[in-house]
Structure formats: C-alpha cells, structure tokens
C-alpha cells in the first residue's frame, strides 16, 4: 500500500497533465499565425507596438539594441507579459519623420546582415585552423 501510494505521486508529477505547455508550442506556430502583429499606438505620436509571436528574451534583447543605435529610434523596448506565454511585446517610438515600421525593418535587415557577416568569419576561422592542422 505504501509503495503503490508514492508511485500514483510520482505518476502525477511526471505526467504530460501539467499546467505548463508543451515545448514545440514554444516555436511552431499554428496555421494562420502571423509571426508580426501591429499595434498602434494613439496616445503618443510616431509609436508603435509590435507582438513578435513565438519568441522570448532572446530576440526581443537584439532588437530593442538594434533599435537603439539607430539616431531617429527615440525608444525602444520588450516585454514578455507572461512566462507561459510565447510572445514578446516590443514597443518602437521614433522621431516624426520615421515610421516605428521601417525602423522595425531596418533593425532586422541590420541584424541579418550582421549574423552572416559573422558566419562568414566563423567559417573563414574554421578554414584557417584546418589548413593549419593539415600543415602539422
């Protein structure tokens, strides 16, 4: 009776039943999901939000940083509203002549093109230190 007591526990934690969902939700969207939702903002001028679906802190940190190094970006930030939520909530104010929409599209042309310029180097890198193996 004891052991069969404990195992029904052990049973119920290890069960898939939990409240927290299952981790491919975390990144597979749905049919239909669009990844970038926009939402206007009315009360302050020249300012946007956007929900980025199915990312975390990861992504959010990036671009609110590429955001930021752009002159005409006046504010840029991210929240996650809820952990078991998978979406970020990213808030873009820029100056009147800049629409928060292009400034989103240049930070990720920004930060794909430093991604591959930094594969390029990986790889560049990683050439060296074979040929230089070969010559050992």
Known sequence: YLFSKYV???????????????AFESFLSPPGEEKIQYIHESKTPDSATFRINREDHTIGNVLAL?????????FAGYKVPHPLENYILLRIRTTSDYAP?????QALADCITEVLKLSERFEKEIKKKSHRDDHL
């Open 8 to 22: 029904s526990r052990w049973q119920l934690l290890t069960s898939t039943k939990m409240n927290a969902p299952e």
């Open 66 to 74: 590429q955001l930021l190094k752009d002159p005409r970006v006046l």
């Open 101 to 105: 929409e292009l400034a989103l599209k």
